[in-house]
């Protein structure tokens, strides 16, 4: 018998071989799994940690604005702020 050129012979594997491939496969899938939902929790940690750090004492309210000398603003004129 003589094969074709385009034919590509597969190789004969064991029996057990898919078996013992499906379990490593799932197994990789439940460890991916449980990083993902490390992963989550720990993005919605720091979600927490930015809006409280946000909110802490950040506030501008009731801070007066100070007002600008004569010397600051021809600064700010000088160097084309202005």
Same mark, same amino acid.
């Given at each position: 018998?003589?094969?074709?050129?385009?034919?590509?012979?597969?190789?004969?594997?064991?029996?057990?071989?898919?078996?013992?491939?499906?379990?490593?496969?799932?197994? @990789? @899938?439940?460890? $991916?799994?449980?990083?993902?939902?490390?992963?989550?929790?720990?993005?919605? $940690? $720091?979600? @927490?940690?930015?809006? #409280?750090?946000? $909110? @802490? !004492?950040?506030?501008?309210?009731?801070?007066?604005?100070?007002?600008?000398?004569?010397?600051?603003?021809?600064?700010?004129?000088?160097? !084309? #702020?202005?």
């Amino acid at each position: 018998m003589t094969k074709e050129k385009n034919e590509v012979e597969t190789p004969v594997q064991p029996e057990g071989v898919h078996e013992d491939m499906v379990r490593q496969i799932n197994a @990789a @899938a439940e460890k $991916l799994r449980v990083e993902n939902e490390r992963f989550e929790a720990n993005q919605k $940690l $720091l979600e @927490a940690q930015r809006v #409280e750090k946000m $909110l @802490a !004492g950040k506030s501008e309210v009731g801070v007066p604005k100070k007002e600008e000398t004569p010397k600051e603003y021809k600064d700010r004129v000088m160097r !084309g #702020e202005i």
